[in-house]
């Protein structure tokens, strides 16, 4: 069982900036892909950015020199720089966990709101 708990959603501006943190806990002992996701209504979850165990980093081209991701306190905690965000960028963010074996874990997701 592992349990992933987002914060640091909120409300901002255009070109405006906002940090969000997951906490893992539960049976693991480390993780391998730890990442974040976005989507709105009606709309297939979409990939934001993914990190491993050992620091390797990908993101979506969207957000690729804007976007931050990193783990901290042992990699149970992965947290995502957004900065210079826009419009369409307003969705609910959740956190992803995936497993050695494959098995994806979520969040219940915070709300990211940019105004037009």
């Known amino acids: 069982q592992v349990q992933l708990e987002e914060s640091g959603g909120g409300s901002v501006q255009p070109g405006g900036s906002l940090t969000l943190s997951c906490t893992a806990s539960?049976?693991?002992?480390?993780?391998?892909?730890m990442g974040w996701y976005r989507q709105n209504p009606g709309k297939e979850r979409e990939l934001v950015a993914w990190?491993?165990?050992?620091?390797?980093?990908r993101y979506a081209e969207s957000v690729k020199g804007r976007f931050t991701i990193s783990r901290a306190n042992a990699n149970n905690i992965v947290n995502l720089q957004m900065n210079n965000l826009q419009p369409d960028e307003a969705a609910v963010y959740y956190c992803?966990?995936?497993?050695?074996?494959?098995?994806?874990?979520w969040g219940q997701g915070t709300q990211v709101t940019v105004s037009s």
């Open positions: 992803n966990f995936v497993n050695v074996g494959g098995k994806n874990y």
């Open positions: 539960g049976s693991l002992v480390s993780m391998d892909v």
């Open positions: 990190i491993l165990s050992g620091g390797g980093k």
